[in-house]
Nanobody
Framework: QVRLIESGGGMAHPGTSLRLSCGAS???????MGWFRQAPGKEREFVAR????????YYTDSVKGRFTISRDNAKNTVYLQMDNLKPEDSGEYFC???????????????????WGQGTTVTVHS
């Protein structure tokens, strides 16, 4: 079992950037990893995922060109660089690990083997 801990959330103005980190208690090299977010009163939605090797990355349409997911398996950490933030990016951000799929296909369906506790992002003027 792996424990995931998110950090880096906070308050930001529109157009600025934040970088989220997801640290794991053990090796993540055998997991595809993903980021999700949940706004108050809404369902949790998929944001981005990255394959075990880091070669394949997928994003939900609303963040393409603004967010970048990356991983450092040596540090057991996954990142989400969020640029040109918008108010609609606000919410609780969660990272998740998918053990079964090398590319993390399940993550796009909001299925994961492990979830973090979340970190809050608030974007406002």
């Amino acid at each position: 079992q792996v424990r995931l801990i998110e950090s880096g959330g906070g308050m930001a103005h529109p157009g600025t950037s934040l970088r989220l980190s997801c640290g794991a208690s053990g090796s993540i090299s055998t997991y595809a990893m993903g980021w999700f977010r949940q706004a108050p009163g809404k369902e949790r939605e998929f944001v981005a995922r990255i394959s075990r090797s880091g070669a394949d990355k997928y994003y939900t349409d609303s963040v393409k060109g603004r967010f970048t997911i990356s991983r450092d398996n040596a540090k057991n950490t996954v990142y989400l660089q969020m640029d040109n933030l918008k108010p609609e990016d606000s919410g609780e951000y969660f990272c998740a690990a998918d053990l079964l799929s090398a590319t993390g296909d399940r993550l796009s369906d909001r299925q994961a083997d492990y979830w973090g506790q979340g970190t809050t992002v608030t974007v406002h003027s």
